[in-house]
């Protein structure tokens, strides 16, 4: 399986939020099991970096984002992919490039709270909650 992780999923594990950190800490920690492979949009990686940075210090952030890179494999944000994110009509130009990411690299599924912001983006988009449920679903 393969699952392209939104940053809004990373962030509820990194700031702990309630009552959705431990859902998504455990999509976290399927990917490092190696139940699935888990990628990020390359912009998700800058704009990790640029919240733990602001809220924790350069050191935080520069350990978060090589801890990151050794759990995700990173899809490149290139002109081919604002093309694709551009010809997807998502309201979010944002979502959408993460969207063509998903795409880019065949993912099953984009793993996001904000199901509802992808639409019909060619690639189903799920929440942890949805994920997990799926996963036991399966067993």
Not at 20 to 39: D, P, Q, T
Not at 77 to 92: F, I, N, T
């Amino acid at each position: 399986m393969r699952w392209l992780i939104d940053a809004d999923v990373v962030l509820d594990v990194l700031a702990e939020r309630e009552p959705w950190a431990e859902h998504s800490a455990r999509v976290l920690e399927l990917i490092e099991a190696g139940h699935a492979e888990g990628f990020v949009a390359a912009h998700t990686v800058t704009t990790l970096h640029y919240l733990v940075e602001k809220a924790r210090g350069s050191e935080t952030a520069v350990g978060t984002v090589r801890h990151l890179l050794r759990l995700f494999r990173v899809v490149p944000v290139d002109q081919d992919r604002l093309l694709h994110a551009l010809d997807l009509g998502l309201a979010d130009f944002e979502d959408a490039v993460r969207a063509a990411c998903a795409a880019k690299v065949a993912a099953d599924v984009l793993v996001t709270r904000n199901v509802a912001a992808y639409g019909d983006a060619g690639v189903p988009a799920l929440t942890p909650v949805e994920l997990l449920a799926g996963m036991e679903d399966e067993t």
